[in-house]
Each structure stands twice: as structure tokens, then as C-alpha cells.
């Protein structure tokens, strides 16, 4: 009996002895498969900022890594009390512990002590409503964490944004996102100066997809206010890292100008592509296929008439929801119709010079197909070009519309059109070509007149033929292309009529260019009757 107990208390022993075995590999287990972090001293922290502060040219995504890394230390953190914050020189990390009777929480820089005081004030205010997700999945804890940066240096995007005071506001609930706040997280910034003539919009920090790119500023989801000329308030419903983004804008442009410039827009556009096709049909009923000045007259009309197709679509896909891609391909199709249009109308000054210039009958071998080449496949190939380098260029670009209530300045960024985002390539491809075609235009009606004007001084023709040809030259090159030039007059005084008199003569282009169409037809018809009772008068005479 003795022995068999024995043998039974070793049987247990060993028993024992295995499941002890068992449980610190389960234990081990847990740890290497735990994605959490060990605690993390207040010391460690502040170590971890400093150094990612030192400069040493690292590449965007190393930035990026940073700064996740922080969080995930600042989540992990072991302090007493309630909340932990630390400052360096150039970033500020603050941590909260939270219940799920949270009431709504307030932050200053004017009640932050800790530190030395920034450039600038700036608060943040996060409603009640930032734990009810949260809480629902009965956490132990939650922890809202913040970081400031006082410079722009971990968030550089391609276009080199200009960022009030170079800061940089960030917050985060725990390991998950937050976003579609019914009551927003109000974010406030104040400049020691007036902001009056910039355009200020509330933007958020959105990653890149590669290691190349580290992201770009985004105002989804924020709405823009200026409470005073000094002070930039922003509404955004989601936690992540907010900015305000500074341009240098002479002029805005007022809100309620909003509803009346998209009427005209749309009823000019609209008459404009059916004067387009009308014009288009009646040229090829007319079958002048060897008339080389008709075949350059149809290729502008079908480029005025893709042009407004491309803008009515552009803007109406814009406000709705769509996908990336289709905003894309709307905002090149819209950038490639105008600088065809552009070219298009280029081609007709240059036509109208060999017209009025040429002293002898200069034969120009596949004069049209040249033509067509140019004014097709130029604007094709720079918007081919721009999408294989950068096609992040074309997508929803928001247009900032200025309304004031008393003595508030707001922002609504909600009017966006599928269009070009970049302001540098919008500087060149559309200022600088559109610039560069009317200024040759307007040389050319300059010139045109003057070629006139010795023309009739020369041969003595009637005053009344030479004013119908100089009506005719004006009105054919204004036509063609000078109107465009009011774009460079959107300033001071001359913001209000520059928008109603671009918005109206470019807008109804298409049919401006319609009625010159059914003037010279009539014209043309008229001087053949003419020629034709001359024939039978000097027939009536020699019989």
C-alpha cells in the first residue's frame, strides 16, 4: 500500500509539475503574440521626443513611423493620476484617462503651464459624444492622447502647403479610429496678425499609400470659420491630425455670387453646345471639304463643344459622391478640352495672318492635318505627360467661398469641381498657355487692323466696305480667344465684373461663335447674289 501510494503522489507531482509547464508556455504565448507595448516611463518619452526632433534628413515615411510610434508609447504610458503631459521644443504630448461618463473635455495653450508657451494660442474642444462607440464594447479604460507639433517639418506634402504658424494639432482615442461626429471637435488657431487677404481652409492630414509620398491635406470632413480676423476656427467630425492651410488670395469670392454665376454658367454651357452642333451639322450639309478655312472653323466648334460637355459634367460629378478615379479622368477630359479650345483658337489667329499677309498664293502641304496635329495632339500629350508623372494633380479641387454674418468671415469649402489641384500646374497649363494664346491673338488683331487700315489707304477703297472688314476682323478675333484674357483681372475693384463678364462671354462662346457662323454665311451669300445679277446684267447688255 505504501508503495502504491507513493507512486500515485509522484503521478500527481509530475501532473502538477506538467501543468505548471503548460501554463508558462501559454503565459509566453500570450506575450509574443500581445500587440500591446510594456509601460512606458514619463522619462522614456520624453527621450523618444528629443530625438525625434534631432534633424537628419530622414525620408517621409520614417517621419510617419515616428510619430505612430510615439502614439502607441503615449497609449501605453504608466504615470499617476489622471492625465501626463510633456514638452520639448517643438512638440507637445498630452494623455487622458476617460470614463464612460465623459462630460466633454476643453484645452488651451493659455492653461498649459508645463513648458515654454508657443507662437501662438490654440485650443481644442472635444464633445461628449467622443466615448459613446467606445464605451460600448466595455473597456476598462479609454485614453485620449494629443500631440502637438509646433512645426511643419513630419508633414511635408508634394506641393509644400503653407500652414498657420507651422502648426500642427493632433488626437486620438485609443487603438481606434473616430470619425462622423454628429457634435465636431472644435480646433481654434490664432495668428499676432490680421489673416485678412489669404484664404485659410481647415484641413486634415491624409497618409500616403507609398513610401515616396507621405500624404497630402485633405479638408473632408472640416468646416472652416474666422470667428475675427485673427483667429481661424475648425469644425472637423473625426480625430486625426489637423492644420490650417495658408494661400495668398487678393480677393475672395463671395458666396452669395454663388447661385447666380451657376445659372449662368449652366444656361450658357447648355445654348453653347447646341449653337456648337448646329454649326457643326450645317458644315458638313455644306460639304466644302477642300475649303480649308471651314474645316479649321469645324475642329474649334467641336473643341468649344467638348469643352462645356466636359465642364457641366466635371461640375456635377464633383458634388456628389464619386470615386477617385472618375474624378480623375473628368478632370483631365475637362483640362484637355481647354487647352484644345485654347490651341483651337490659336490656329484661327495664325489662319487669319497667312489670310491677310501672304502676298503670294503660299501652298502649304497637308495644311488642315498640321493644324489638327497641333491643336489635338499638344494638349493631348501634356495631359498624358502630367498623368504617368503625377496623376494625383487632377481630382475634386474645393473652391473657398467667402460669406460674412455681422462682423464673422466664414469659409464653406463644400463647392468642389473635378479640376486641377496642384496651383503650380494650374499657374502654367492654364494661366500661363491660356495667357501666352490671347496675347497672341491680340497681336494679331492688332496687326489685322493695321493691314486694313493700309488697304484701304492704298487701293481707296469705300469707307463703308473697310468698316464692315474691321468689324469683321474685330469681331473674329474677340471671338477667338481675347476674352479669356479677363482672368488676370480677378483683383480688387475688378473682381465683380471680371466673374459676371467671364462667366457670360466664355460661357456662351459657342453661341457668339454660332452668330458670327450665320453672319458670314449670309454675307457670302449675299456677294454671290451680287456677282450673280452682274453676270446677267452684262449679259441683258451685250444681247
Given at each position: 500500500m505504501q508503495e502504491l501510494l507513493g507512486q500515485d503522489l509522484a503521478q500527481r507531482g509530475d501532473w502538477a509539475q506538467n501543468m505548471d509547464l503548460c501554463w508558462v508556455l501559454f503565459f509566453c504565448l500570450g506575450l509574443l503574440t500581445c500587440p500591446c507595448e510594456m509601460a512606458v516611463t514619463s522619462e522614456e518619452l520624453l527621450l523618444f521626443m528629443e530625438t525625434m526632433e534631432q534633424p537628419r534628413g530622414r525620408k517621409p515615411s520614417i517621419h510617419m513611423g515616428h510619430i505612430h510610434r510615439l502614439e502607441q508609447q503615449l497609449l501605453n504610458a504608466s504615470f499617476p493620476g489622471h492625465n501626463l503631459t510633456l514638452q520639448t521644443r517643438s512638440i507637445q504630448s498630452m494623455v487622458f484617462k476617460?470614463?464612460?461618463?465623459?462630460?466633454?473635455?476643453?484645452?488651451?495653450?493659455?492653461?498649459?503651464?508645463?513648458?515654454?508657451?508657443?507662437?501662438?494660442?490654440?485650443?481644442?474642444?472635444?464633445?461628449?459624444?467622443?466615448?459613446?462607440?467606445?464605451?460600448?464594447?466595455?473597456?476598462?479604460?479609454?485614453?485620449?492622447?494629443?500631440?502637438?507639433?509646433?512645426?511643419?517639418r513630419f508633414f511635408q506634402d508634394d506641393s509644400s502647403s503653407s500652414l498657420l504658424n507651422d502648426y500642427v494639432l493632433g488626437a486620438q482615442l485609443g487603438h481606434r479610429p473616430v470619425s462622423n461626429l454628429s457634435e465636431p471637435v472644435n480646433i481654434s488657431f490664432w495668428h499676432n496678425q490680421s489673416l485678412e487677404g489669404y484664404t485659410l481652409t481647415c484641413v486634415f492630414w491624409k497618409e500616403g499609400d507609398s513610401q515616396h509620398s507621405q500624404g497630402a491635406w485633405s479638408p473632408e470632413g472640416c468646416r472652416t470659420e474666422q470667428p475675427s480676423p485673427s483667429q481661424v476656427l475648425c469644425h472637423c467630425n473625426h480625430l486625426t491630425y489637423f492644420a490650417v492651410l495658408m494661400q495668398l488670395s487678393p480677393a475672395q469670392l463671395p458666396a452669395a455670387l454663388r447661385a447666380p454665376l451657376e445659372y449662368i454658367s449652366l444656361v450658357g454651357c447648355s445654348v453653347s453646345i447646341v449653337a456648337s452642333l448646329l454649326v457643326i451639322l450645317l458644315s458638313i450639309q455644306a460639304r466644302k471639304q477642300s475649303d480649308s478655312i471651314a474645316r479649321i472653323h469645324v475642329n474649334l466648334h467641336v473643341s468649344v463643344l467638348l469643352l462645356n460637355v466636359a465642364f457641366l459634367l466635371s461640375a456635377n460629378r464633383a458634388v456628389a459622391p464619386v470615386p477617385g478615379a472618375a474624378c480623375t479622368a473628368l478632370a483631365a477630359a475637362l483640362h484637355y478640352t481647354l487647352?484644345?479650345?485654347?490651341?483651337?483658337?490659336?490656329?484661327?489667329?495664325?489662319?487669319?495672318y497667312l489670310l491677310l499677309g501672304r502676298v503670294y498664293n503660299t501652298y502649304i502641304r497637308h495644311y488642315v492635318l498640321k493644324l489638327c496635329v497641333l491643336g489635338w495632339g499638344v494638349p493631348a500629350l501634356l495631359v498624358l505627360l502630367l498623368l504617368a508623372v503625377q496623376s494625383s494633380v487632377y481630382g475634386p479641387c474645393t473652391i473657398p467661398l467667402a460669406h460674412r454674418q455681422g462682423n464673422h468671415t466664414g469659409f464653406q469649402n463644400s463647392v468642389a469641381m473635378c479640376w486641377l489641384c496642384s496651383p503650380v500646374v494650374h499657374g502654367v497649363l492654364v494661366m500661363g498657355y491660356g495667357g501666352?494664346?490671347?496675347?497672341?491673338?491680340?497681336?494679331?488683331?492688332?496687326?489685322?487692323?493695321?493691314?486694313?487700315?493700309?488697304?484701304?489707304?492704298?487701293?481707296?477703297?469705300?469707307?463703308?466696305?473697310?468698316?464692315r472688314d474691321t468689324v469683321t476682323v474685330l469681331g473674329l478675333t474677340v471671338l477667338l480667344g481675347t476674352t479669356w484674357a479677363l482672368a488676370f483681372f480677378s483683383f480688387g475693384v475688378f473682381l465683380l465684373p471680371q466673374l459676371f463678364l467671364f462667366t457670360i462671354f466664355n460661357s456662351f462662346y459657342g453661341l457668339f461663335l454660332f452668330l458670327w457662323f450665320c453672319s458670314q454665311r449670309c454675307h457670302s451669300q449675299a456677294e454671290a447674289k451680287t456677282e450673280l445679277e452682274g453676270v446677267s446684267s452684262s449679259q441683258m447688255t451685250t444681247h
Open positions: 476617460l470614463a464612460c461618463n465623459f462630460t466633454g473635455l476643453s484645452l488651451s495653450s493659455a492653461t498649459l503651464k508645463q513648458g515654454p508657451q508657443p507662437r501662438a494660442r490654440h485650443a481644442m474642444q472635444f464633445p461628449a459624444e467622443l466615448t459613446r462607440d467606445a464605451c460600448r464594447t466595455r473597456l476598462q479604460e479609454l485614453r485620449l492622447i494629443c500631440i502637438y507639433f509646433f512645426t511643419n487647352l484644345s479650345c485654347l490651341t483651337w483658337m490659336a490656329v484661327e489667329g495664325f489662319n487669319l501666352l494664346m490671347s496675347l497672341f491673338n491680340l497681336v494679331v488683331l492688332a496687326w489685322a487692323l493695321w493691314a486694313l487700315h493700309r488697304l484701304r489707304a492704298g487701293r481707296k477703297a469705300p469707307s463703308t466696305r473697310a468698316c
